[in-house]
């Protein structure tokens, strides 16, 4: 059974940093990323890598996030940066296949002004 299990959302203050985990089991995926959903608003792409360690980023967040993977423990991360109170959402791990895409739960980011 596939599982994506995000962990290290929290409440930071704006210029504070966070880092998000996403451990996947039951399946190696080759391109897995992140997510966002705001309250009242649609979620929203923040970054994907690839296996091979491609990255992909929102304009939003480049130059402050990064995301990356441990392939062998099957986590990607998301390294935030110069948080900024328009970073507050719901942060979603995400792995697309052909037949859909897997989510994670979701965890809280707060960044207050």
């Known amino acids: 059974q596939v599982q994506l299990v995000e962990s290290g959302g929290g409440l930071v203050q704006a210029g504070g940093s966070l880092r998000l985990s996403c451990a996947a089991s039951g399946s190696i995926f080759r391109n897995m990323g992140w997510y966002r959903q705001a309250s009242g608003k649609q979620r929203e792409f923040v970054a994907d890598?690839?296996?091979?360690?491609?990255?992909n980023y929102a304009d939003s967040v480049k130059g402050r996030f990064t995301i990356s993977r441990d392939n062998a423990k099957n986590i990607v991360y998301l390294q935030m940066n110069s948080l900024k109170p328009e970073d507050t959402a719901v942060y979603y791990c995400?792995?697309?296949?052909?037949?859909?895409?897997?989510w994670g739960q979701g965890t809280q980011v707060t960044v207050s002004s």
């Open positions: 995400n792995a697309p296949t052909i037949g859909g895409s897997f």
């Open positions: 890598i690839s296996r091979g360690g491609s990255t």
